[in-house]
């Protein structure tokens, strides 16, 4: 079973550019997470995505946003770069189960965003 | 909103000693999990706890679930070089799959 996948692996951009990172969550997976990893910061909740709607947000500015597409895979749009964006977004997904109310989430490999 | 302190930040260990992080939540958790993540590498999951009191292991971890299902530790005994990585803990509220994360533990294992 494949597992997320997330592209590019690296990307640099300078800033005030717009950044589009992209993740493809397990099949059968309905529910995609964005995270921000930056140096020391651990885990920032960026996006909830399930059934293709944004389910709930963390506090980040709207100039970070994303979409999911009919086929469960995922957007991250991040306008307006700034250098304090630089960082390892990652991208998990799960899938809710009723039975065992286990919802762990598989991450994916995460897009290094460097913005100069 | 929801807050998940993990402490402590950083934990440099002798291989064979024992190793505790632990995980405290502002807000009464529906469930706790816990990921490590490999230095270079992404977090994957360890374990999810539910009940009050829970207590399971996996080998050399145990990890336990507080009474008033605010808190989680994970104890490692005789920790190995292949323990490096840091350790997450996760906190879930019911009626959401959205996990609010601790900072993380970096564990460090000196031969």
């Known amino acids: 079973e494949a597992g997320v996948t997330q592209s590019p692996t690296h990307l640099i951009k300078t800033r005030g550019q717009q950044a589009t990172l992209r993740c493809s969550p397990i099949?059968?997976?309905?529910?995609v997470y964005w995270y921000q990893q930056a140096l020391g910061l651990g885990l920032q909740f960026l996006l909830w995505?399930?059934?293709?709607?944004?389910?709930n947000r963390g506090n980040f500015p709207p100039r970070f946003s994303g979409r999911q597409f009919p086929n469960y895979s995922s957007e991250l749009n991040v306008n307006a770069l700034e250098l304090e964006d630089s960082a390892l977004y990652l991208c998990?997904?799960?899938?809710?189960?009723?039975?065992?109310?286990?919802?762990?989430?598989?991450f994916g490999p995460g897009t290094r965003l460097t913005v100069t | 909103g929801q807050q998940v302190m993990q402490i402590p930040q950083y934990q440099h260990v002798q291989e064979g000693e024992d190793f505790t992080t632990y995980c405290n939540s502002s807000?009464?958790?529906?469930?706790i999990q816990w990921y490590k993540q490999r230095p270079g590498g992404h977090p994957v999951f360890l374990i999810q706890?539910?009940?009050?009191?829970e207590v399971k292991k996996q080998k050399r971890l145990t990890f336990q679930f507080g009474e008033a299902k605010k808190n989680s530790s994970l104890h490692i005994t005789a920790t190995q070089t292949t323990d490096v990585g840091t350790y997450f803990c996760?906190?879930?509220?019911?009626?959401?799959?959205?996990?609010?994360f601790g900072k993380g533990t970096k564990l460090t294992v000196n031969p």
């Open positions: 998990a997904s799960s899938l809710w189960s009723t039975g065992t109310k286990l919802y762990e989430q598989y």
């Open positions: 099949s059968g997976h309905t529910s």
């Open positions: 995505y399930d059934e293709g709607e944004e389910r």
């Open positions: 807000t009464t958790l529906s469930n």
């Open positions: 706890l539910v009940k009050s009191g």
């Open positions: 996760a906190g879930g509220q019911g009626g959401s799959e959205k996990l609010v």
